[in-house]
């Protein structure tokens, strides 16, 4: 097998590990598996490529990592249920009780719950604290 191929081998499976552990530290191991795979097209010698393969894994991980692992946190707090319904004050449309309940936000009609014994009557704005599926729980303000 030539030079090039197994560092390409090494990329794909540290690819594959990423996508099965999604941690990001995989990830930077496949970038310097494929970067030393085109370099070992010009360089013959196993040992210079494995100490090339070793630091553009060091140096992927200590600068490359955090920045992808801040804009993944940062697209986490952005989007999805907690950006657009989480905190946010509604109109209750029918009573809203442990058991049954609807509400509407952006002209949607959503299931409803509160985590108290009590019933919020209809036409109260309450706030959503939290999701569970399709089911959104609310709390009297």
Request: charged share 20%.
């Amino acid at each position: 097998m030539v030079l090039w191929e197994i560092f390409a081998i090494t990329g794909l499976v540290c690819l594959i590990l990423e996508m099965l552990v999604p941690s990001l530290f995989f990830l930077n191991l496949a970038i310097a598996g494929f970067i030393t795979a085109v370099g070992a097209v010009w360089i013959s010698n196993w040992v210079a490529l494995v100490i090339i393969f070793v630091a553009l894994s060091v140096l992927s991980i200590l600068f490359l990592r955090p920045i992808l692992v801040k804009n993944k946190n940062d697209r986490n707090t952005l989007t999805g249920m907690e950006g657009k319904y989480i905190g946010k004050i509604v109109k209750v449309t029918e009573p809203v009780n442990k058991y049954s309940g609807a509400i509407t936000i952006y002209d949607e009609k959503w299931e409803a719950r509160c985590d108290g014994d009590e019933t919020i009557p209809a036409g109260s704005e309450v706030k959503i604290i939290k999701y569970e599926s399709l089911v959104l729980t609310v709390e009297k303000i």
